[in-house]
Antibody, heavy 120, light 106 residues
Framework: EVQLVESGGGLVEPGRSLRLSCTGS????????MSWFRQAPGKGLEWVSH??????????DYAASVKGRFSLSRDDSRSIAYLQMNNLRTEDTAVYFC???????????WGQGTLVTVSS | DIQMTQSPSSLSASVGDRVTITCRAS??????LNWYQQKPGKAPNLLIY???TLQSGVPSRFSGSGSGTDFTLTISSLQPEDFATYYC?????????FGPGTKVDI
C-alpha cells in the first residue's frame, strides 16, 4: 500500500523556520517527482514546490509566493522529501500536503497533511 | 501562469441527481486536466486524469470530458459519499494550478 506521511508542522512565530518531512512507503520513491501543496483554512489548493527525480537533475521549482524562502530537497535512500521553510509569514499558515507526481502531472498519491500555523 | 476557473462555485443536489461541473483554462492545455475530490479534513483524491481517464478504484459514475480550454466532470447518479468539494488541476505546465473548487452539498 502506498503511503505518504508528513511531519514537522506546528505553531511558529513570524520570521522563524520550520522543516517539514514527507516519508514515502509502498512505492519506489526515487521514481517519482515529489510536490508540496498547501491549503489555507477554508481556501483552495495552492502548489508550493516540486522536485524532479534524479534522472532529470533532481532540481526544484517554487511558487512565486515562497521563492527565496522555501527549499525542497530529497533523500531517495530514505524515501523522504524535506521542505525547509524560512522567514515564515502569517500568510504561510495552512495545511501542507505532500504528493507524488504521476508521469504527466497528475497526483495519485497524497499524504494526510500537516498543519503549519504562523502566529505571534 | 495558466489560470483555472470552475463553475458553479457551489451547488445543491440530491441523491440520484446527475451533476455536471465545468472547468475552464485561461489558455489551451490539450487534455492535461485532472479532477480531484476533497472531503473536509482530508487530502484530495484523484478521480480523473488526462481529462477523461478514470483513476483506478474510482466508481464509473464519475466521468470527464473536454480538451483545449473547456472541461467537464460529470457524476451520473450522485451518491451520499459524493458530497464533497471538487477541484480541477492543469498539468500542462508549472505551476500546476488548481481551480477554486466546486462544493457539492445537499
Amino acid at each position: 500500500e502506498v503511503q505518504l506521511v508528513e511531519s514537522g508542522g506546528g505553531l511558529v512565530e513570524p520570521g522563524r523556520s520550520l522543516r517539514l518531512s514527507c516519508t514515502g512507503s509502498g512505492f519506489t520513491f526515487g521514481n517519482y517527482a515529489m510536490s508540496w501543496f498547501r491549503q489555507a483554512p477554508g481556501k483552495g489548493l495552492e502548489w508550493v514546490s516540486h522536485i524532479r527525480i534524479k534522472t532529470y537533475g533532481g532540481t526544484a521549482d517554487y511558487a512565486a509566493s515562497v521563492k527565496g524562502r522555501f527549499s525542497l530537497s530529497r533523500d531517495d535512500s530514505r524515501s523522504i522529501a524535506y521542505l525547509q521553510m524560512n522567514n515564515l509569514r502569517t500568510e504561510d499558515t495552512a495545511v501542507y500536503f505532500c504528493a507524488a507526481r504521476g508521469s504527466s502531472g497528475w497526483y495519485p498519491y497524497w499524504g494526510q497533511g500537516t498543519l503549519v500555523t504562523v502566529s505571534s | 501562469d495558466i489560470q483555472m476557473t470552475q463553475s458553479p462555485s457551489s451547488l445543491s443536489a440530491s441523491v440520484g441527481d446527475r451533476v455536471t461541473i465545468t472547468c475552464r483554462a485561461s489558455q489551451s492545455i490539450s487534455t492535461y486536466l485532472n479532477w480531484y475530490q476533497q472531503k473536509p479534513g482530508k487530502a484530495p483524491n484523484l478521480l480523473i486524469y488526462a481529462a477523461s481517464t478514470l483513476q483506478s478504484g474510482v466508481p464509473s459514475r464519475f466521468s470527464g470530458s473536454g480538451s483545449g480550454t473547456d472541461f467537464t466532470l460529470t457524476i451520473s447518479s450522485l451518491q451520499p459519499e459524493d458530497f464533497a468539494t471538487y477541484y480541477c488541476q492543469q498539468s500542462y505546465n508549472t505551476p500546476p494550478n488548481f481551480g477554486p473548487g466546486t462544493k457539492v452539498d445537499i
